[in-house]
């Protein structure tokens, strides 16, 4: 018997599946943060690359404590990912503070059209404050001008529209649409909080038509399902997906998380 073995290496097999460079904090309880994010992009089939902005001690229940990783090694972190090897597209989560919105801000490529998913973290589900006022703004005026899609819930879109929380669509398609105004190229204002039998995401881009994404609402919890659906999305954009088709495709692969948690 023959045994036919490949010349190429581990590395350069890695090297040509497609990348996405994620931004974020760790969570010590593995329910959400980077290691979430990472895992979502193994089950999709897409490498990661890091850049830490910030520990956390955290439960399922609340966060205990946060340490803010020095701007200038989470510059460091971005640029050594970016010159690592291709990057198809970035996830950013958590930021925690000004200055590490405005680092992130100062490395992101300006040319190369690689696209941005933001997840706006601005508290922990147990109701902890991940960012503060000071660094919601800096997110809206050097941020969302560099956004491909942003993915707030219904409470995240209310706090960054300093509004009441939605609770009708027409209310969450006038959030979207002022979000859009900031200067990001498209919204998905996820509907997991609010009321009903469906779960009902509003797409919505410049220029573009609303567009409602449905699912059955399940009667299941799993923490970082806002952090696996925009890494998700991100892994579709890095792969030559649309944004539309990302956007489904990220809701189909949460739904299979929520499925599996109360299996």
């Known amino acids: 018997m023959t045994i036919l073995r490949s010349s190429r290496s581990a590395s350069e097999v890695l090297s040509e599946r497609p990348a996405v460079l994620v931004i974020s904090g760790s969570d010590s309880s593995a329910g959400a943060g980077i290691i979430r994010d990472v895992r979502a992009l193994a089950d999709l089939g897409v490498e990661a690359l890091c850049a830490i902005t910030a520990v956390t001690a955290q439960t399922h229940c609340h966060v205990v404590s946060v340490h803010h990783v020095p701007q200038e090694v989470v510059r460091a972190q971005i640029h050594a990912a ?48 991940l960012l503060d006022e000071a660094g919601r703004e800096a997110m809206r005026t050097r941020l969302f001008p560099m956004t491909t899609v942003l993915t707030p819930n219904i409470p995240e879109a209310a706090g960054l529209c300093s509004a009441a929380v939605a609770v009708s669509p027409d209310a969450r398609l006038a959030q979207a649409r002022l979000l859009l105004s900031t200067g990001i190229h498209a919204v998905l204002l996820k509907g997991g909080h609010a009321e009903g039998a469906e779960a009902a995401d509003l797409l919505l881009a410049r220029n573009g038509e609303p567009q409602w994404l449905i699912a059955p ?47």
């Open 217 to 263: 609402r399940l009667d299941a919890r799993c923490r970082g399902t806002g952090c696996a659906l925009a890494s998700a999305i991100a892994a579709g954009l890095a792969s030559g997906s649309s944004l539309p088709e990302a956007c489904r495709r990220a809701k189909q692969y949460v739904l299979s998380l929520l499925s599996n948690s109360r299996s």
């Open 82 to 129: 970016l010159e690592s090897r291709a990057i198809g597209a970035i996830k950013i989560g958590m930021l925690a503070t000004r200055e590490t919105v405005n680092a992130v801000a100062d490395c992101l490529p300006r040319h190369g059209n690689i696209p941005v998913v933001l997840d706006p973290v601005l508290s922990s589900s147990s109701g902890g404050v």
